[in-house]
């Protein structure tokens, strides 16, 4: 199915919308979103609450919208790194999704928080697991499947953790230096696939 093109955003609607976004993003790192009212985000955004309205129909649909573009957003990235190019380095990706991590910091410090929407976070791990496994198995095509699998999962839940230490702590550490660790950890983590626990090998 052909991906559907993003229309042009105005620059003052980007602007709100990221307002109301934020807005968001602060109250649930404090509450459960059952929790939040309409009236409390547009007050912490500063907009009126018609505006409000112009883009979502509730609060529900707002986080929803906002996940789907999220999503959609990290498709491209990955979509810019074809196989040869991840296998050969990993780290420019890397780079690219954590950059977009730190340009939406305070509402992805959000969804790995205690009132994080974990359906999100479990879809955004399919997401980066799917791209990781299909791009190992072109690699190391004579490993069993159960190997990649172990991977993909360590790799990708351990980026996350990565990211949620990294929020948390608002430290200096810089988004490339960042994914220099990354590539580090990922780097030793394919030494399992060339090395496999030979138990975990699929039956022929």
């Not at 976070?121 to 190997?147: D, G, H, Q, T, W």
Request: proline share 4%.
């Amino acid at each position: 199915m052909e991906k559907e093109k993003k229309k042009p955003v105005d620059r003052r609607v980007k602007r709100t919308k990221k307002l109301l976004k934020d807005a968001l993003a602060e109250l649930l790192m404090q509450k459960n979103i059952n929790d939040i009212t309409i009236k409390e985000i547009v007050e912490l955004a500063d907009v009126n609450r018609g505006t409000f309205y112009l883009h979502y129909r509730d609060i529900y649909d707002m986080l929803t919208q906002i996940e789907t573009e999220m999503l959609l957003e990290l498709e491209e990235i990955a979509d810019r790194f074809p196989t040869p190019k991840l296998i050969d380095s990993p780290r420019p990706y890397i780079y690219e999704v954590f950059q977009y991590i730190a340009e939406n910091q305070r509402f992805c410090r959000m969804l790995l928080g205690p009132y994080g929407d974990m359906a999100f976070v479990e879809r955004l791990k399919s997401l980066v697991e799917e791209r990781c496994f299909y791009s190992l198995m072109e690699a190391y095509p004579e490993k069993a499947r159960i190997n990649y699998q172990y991977f993909a999962t360590y790799t990708v839940s351990g980026c996350l953790g990565l990211l949620q230490v990294w929020l948390e702590n608002d430290t200096n550490v810089s988004v490339k230096e960042l994914s220099l660790v990354a590539e580090s950890l990922i780097r030793n983590g394919m030494d399992f696939l060339s090395h496999p626990v030979e138990s975990l090998q699929d039956p022929v």
